[in-house]
């Protein structure tokens, strides 16, 4: 009699949905880590049996790739967003901080994303392309497209590395250290306005 009960609380596999089972993932990710995702950790979440999420999911690797996918076109939305309109340098700034803002509301999605991925896991180049067409825009309005691309490079290393340093806590001998990415981003900039009177080599 129990398990019938049980039976019939559970989600009948076929009317689960992959939206479901991405938000889930993500949810189970952010409060436990990439280790704590696992199948059986998420049909519980799901209330549905582990095997039957091999009806939707193929493996645990296939899982991971999927959510890379989807945080890297949903990374793609916001960095188009901010990168939208006004001048170069300003949206240099928005996209700074929706990079940061992104990262900070899911940390181990975004340490998923631009973390060191197996080649099981490794997603079409496509939505990579599209979320970081928005910076090599910007690269391109300020330094021109032959250097667009070395632009584009430097001012990501500086929000990427400031973004994980922030995320792991390590400034401690700055606690104003928020204003210090900033400057460094509008020195960067500023120095994009010289580099275009400069010959390339």
């Known amino acids: 009699m129990a398990s019938s009960l049980i039976m019939l609380d559970m989600v009948?596999?076929?009317?689960?949905?992959?939206?479901?089972i991405l938000t889930e993932a993500r949810s189970l990710l952010e409060g436990h880590g990439l280790e704590g995702l696992t199948m059986?950790?998420?049909?519980?979440?799901?209330?549905?049996?582990?095997?039957?999420?091999?009806f939707h999911v193929e493996s645990r690797e296939d899982l991971t790739?999927?959510?890379?996918?989807?945080?890297?076109?949903?990374?793609?939305a916001v960095q188009r967003s901010a990168?939208?309109?006004?001048?170069?340098?300003?949206?240099?700034?928005?996209?700074?901080?929706a990079y940061?803002?992104?990262?900070?509301?899911?940390?181990?999605?975004?340490t998923?994303?631009?973390?060191?991925?197996?080649?099981?896991?490794?997603?079409?180049?496509l939505p990579g392309?599209?979320?970081?067409?928005?910076?090599?825009?910007?690269?391109m309005d300020l330094v021109g497209p032959e250097r667009a691309l070395f632009f584009a490079e430097g001012l990501w290393s500086l929000v990427?590395?400031?973004?994980?340093?922030?995320?792991?806590?390590?400034?401690?001998?700055?606690?104003?250290?928020?204003?210090?990415f900033w400057y460094s981003l509008d020195v960067l900039l500023e120095g994009a306005q010289v580099a275009v009177r400069v010959p390339a080599r």
Do not use: K, W
């Open 112 to 125: 998923l994303i631009f973390g060191p991925c197996s080649e099981a896991v490794q997603v079409d180049d």
């Open 83 to 97: 990168g939208a309109d006004g001048d170069a340098r300003d949206r240099a700034r928005r996209l700074a901080s």
């Open 129 to 139: 392309e599209e979320a970081s067409a928005p910076l090599l825009q910007v690269a």
């Open 12 to 20: 009948y596999p076929a009317r689960l949905s992959q939206e479901q």
């Open 65 to 76: 790739r999927l959510l890379v996918a989807e945080g890297l076109m949903r990374f793609g």
């Open 160 to 180: 990427h590395g400031y973004t994980v340093l922030r995320l792991a806590a390590q400034f401690r001998m700055n606690p104003d250290h928020e204003a210090g």
């Open 40 to 54: 059986r950790a998420l049909a519980r979440r799901l209330a549905v049996s582990a095997p039957s999420l091999y």
């Open 100 to 110: 940061i803002a992104f990262a900070e509301a899911e940390p181990q999605l975004f």
